[in-house]
């Protein structure tokens, strides 16, 4: 009778737990949300890494354009071209921004050569006469081009930079080719 009046408890406890519908909405919540954080940092960190790209696209194509208005270009006067990137990419850091400009000229066969090149820390990047890839819709003969190669390391904020410290900052970099505007180059005496 015992054993009855027992199993008739547990039984009757199984049912009363199986129908009891308090707290699920609290326990679906606690399994969604660690979900919906992930998603919402990740959404967060694309937004504004998609951002960092297109402000280094920007500079890019804005520095280069500069150049290619100027009939001729000094070590002094490239030397501020970072200012002019830094500028675009306000609010954020451009302290390890590296930037580089050459020039280009292409010969009557069509093939690339580096006139002169400059970089950031003002040494120059490239060899001078030295064979350089461009793209091919941009191989035409007896033409000068201006190469401006920026690139920027992107430090994510948010998305578990201690749980993956190698895979925490991000290098964007872009390229952009531009023709000279005056004259058949963008001479450079000391690049």
Known sequence: MMARRTVAKIRALCLRFAGDREGVGAIE????FPILVMLYVGAFEITVG???SKRAARSAAA???IITQQTSV??????DMPSVA??????????SMKMKITGITIDASANPTVKW??????TRP????????????????NTFLVRTELTVPYRLFLFAPNLMPNQSTITISRTYYYRQRQGDDVPCDDC
């Open 29 to 32: 919540f606690a399994i969604l």
């Open 50 to 52: 998609l951002s960092v």
């Open 63 to 65: 520095v280069a354009d």
């Open 74 to 79: 000094t070590p002094t006067s490239l030397a």
């Open 86 to 95: 830094a500028s675009m990419f306000a609010p954020f850091s451009t302290s």
């Open 117 to 122: 090149s400059w970089a950031q820390d003002n």
């Open 126 to 141: 490239y060899t001078l006469n030295s064979a350089v890839t461009v793209p091919t819709d941009m191989k035409k003969a």
